[in-house]
């Protein structure tokens, strides 16, 4: 499709239904007819994020749409190890650099995504690596990667997506066995300190809102850490929400985060209307799978403003219309007729939009 990045290795996340009971077509497909949305920014007292990729900035609309509606930007993967780590321990970040660069040149502030993840850079920090240089090189990639932007980056994902799939404990990777199960955490935690002693180093999560059992157990670890003397400074919850929450169970979550005292971001909101897997096909409407999404989206969105407001460090979408998101690109999930954002393909509001910009306005 383009030669920016290959096919992005995203998790299976639960999709569902919700919203106003307006149109009875996906937005995304055949877009209602309507004036453009307000910029959001206008109505938030914090930065309002999205997504953004190299090849996007190419793109007049979507530059015109994230200029208008957005103060911080986050690379979708031009910081993912599969484009800056290079055979022999090398880096290129000259990705990740055309991407900060159109953030300082139209005055975006940029959240670094992501630093060490799971599913990501086994193929060349390989078991057979001996640990000493194992170590080495693990503290070089991130002290160097920080240090590059160091006070142009407000905030880093520093680990993204440590506690099991379940909620049951923490994932085995070839992070933990190196470097212990809580050692490659606080280790690269330490490092991005050292590296940009300014930068928000966060911890960051999906499905906490989805699954209880998870959400305690990513709470939990951070209060781990924190004793552990790691410097863990914020609270990334991903917010790929399944439309099927349980109302209240968001806002849960939220009031449970917010006790550790930390600033918190939501950090990559999407809300798919249709659901993953091989279970039986959802046979409601539209209509009414549009209207769990506003709910949801909305309780969401309440219960951010409900943060104390030095907690609330960012509100952030994964990719910024419809046709931005990974659900519905070629290159992700290639759903044509998803609509998991707020603004439609020609950056009108989607039904969940307005549930946005209600709770921001309070």
């Known amino acids: 499709m383009r030669a920016d990045p290959p096919a992005l290795n995203r998790r299976a996340i639960l999709a569902a239904p919700i919203a106003l009971a307006a149109c009875d077509r996906f937005a995304a497909a055949q877009p209602a007819p309507g004036a453009l949305a307000r910029p959001l920014k206008s109505l938030a007292p914090f930065p309002i994020g999205a997504t953004g990729m190299t090849w996007q900035l190419d793109q007049s609309d979507w530059v015109e749409q994230m200029l208008r509606h957005c103060s911080q930007l986050t690379p979708e993967w031009e910081q ?15 990705a990740s650099d055309r991407v900060v660069s159109f953030a300082r040149d139209n005055g975006l502030r940029v959240h670094g995504h992501t630093l060490i993840w799971y599913a990501q850079g086994a193929d060349v920090f390989k078991d ?28 880093w994902d520093v680990i993204n997506e440590p506690v099991a799939e379940d909620g049951d404990g923490l994932r085995d990777c070839h992070w933990s066995r190196a470097l212990g199960m809580e050692g490659y955490m606080i280790r690269a935690f330490e490092q991005a300190r050292a ?15 989805n699954l209880p059992r998870k959400g305690a157990t990513f709470l939990r670890l951070i209060e781990r850490l924190l004793k552990l003397g790691a410097p863990v400074g914020g609270i990334g919850t991903q917010s790929h929400l399944n439309i099927d929450i349980p109302a209240g169970q968001i806002t849960a ?38 209207a769990r999404q506003v709910a949801r989206v909305g309780e969401l969105a309440e219960a951010f403003m409900a943060l104390p407001e030095r907690q609330r460090y960012a509100f952030t979408t994964w990719g ?3 046709i931005d998101s990974w659900l519905v690109r070629e290159d992700g999930r290639n759903r044509r007729d998803e609509s998991p954002l707020l603004l439609d393909a020609a950056g009108r509001p989607n039904p969940a939009w307005q549930a946005v910009a209600d709770a921001f306005r309070g």
Not at 80 to 94: A, C, I, N, Q, W
Not at 130 to 144: C, H, L, Q, V
Request: hydrophobic share 35%; no cysteine.
């Open 253 to 290: 979550f939220m009031r449970d985060a917010a006790s550790l005292g930390l600033p918190i971001h939501v950090s990559e909101l999407d809300f798919p209307m249709q659901r993953d897997g091989g279970g039986l096909p959802d046979l409601r409407s539209t209509a009414e799978r549009r």
């Open 195 to 209: 590296a940009d002693p300014d930068a928000v180093l966060f911890l960051n999560e999906y499905n906490l809102e």
């Open 128 to 155: 057979e690596v001996p640990r000493a240089r194992f170590a080495a090189e693990y503290d070089r990639y991130i002290s160097t990667f920080v240090g590059r932007y160091r006070e142009q980056i407000a905030g």
């Open 80 to 94: 993912k190890m599969e484009r800056t780590l290079r055979p022999g321990f090398t880096y290129d970040f000259s």
């Open 320 to 322: 910024l219309r419809d």
